[in-house]
């Protein structure tokens, strides 16, 4: 890469700290990805899952994803909103 060239990057949760509104900026990435390109699918959907800023966010990325991810009861509280206690659902 030559001096010219810019590096497109996610910032951390800390710089999103700064941010008046840092579920906005999660929401512009998952946007992005179907107008822009400019990240990958995997890295805006890792951020987004690593963020502790999701809000609404997850019911947008893939259920593997969701479910695979490092933090085990990482769903289970939306799940438990959206289908509700009983085992048949």
């Not at 951020?47 to 999701?54: E, I, Q, T």
Request: glycine fraction near 4%.
């Amino acid at each position: 890469m030559d001096g010219n060239e810019a590096v497109l990057r996610l910032p951390t949760d800390d710089e999103l700290d700064r941010h008046p509104d840092p579920a906005a900026v999660l929401q512009s990435w998952l946007d992005a990805l179907e107008s822009d390109g400019v990240w990958s699918e995997r890295e805006v959907h890792r951020a987004v899952l690593d963020s502790r800023h999701r809000t609404h966010h997850l019911r947008q990325l893939p259920t593997d994803e969701v479910l695979g991810h490092d933090e085990p009861d990482l769903a289970q509280p939306h799940l438990l909103d959206r289908r509700g206690t009983r085992a048949e659902r």
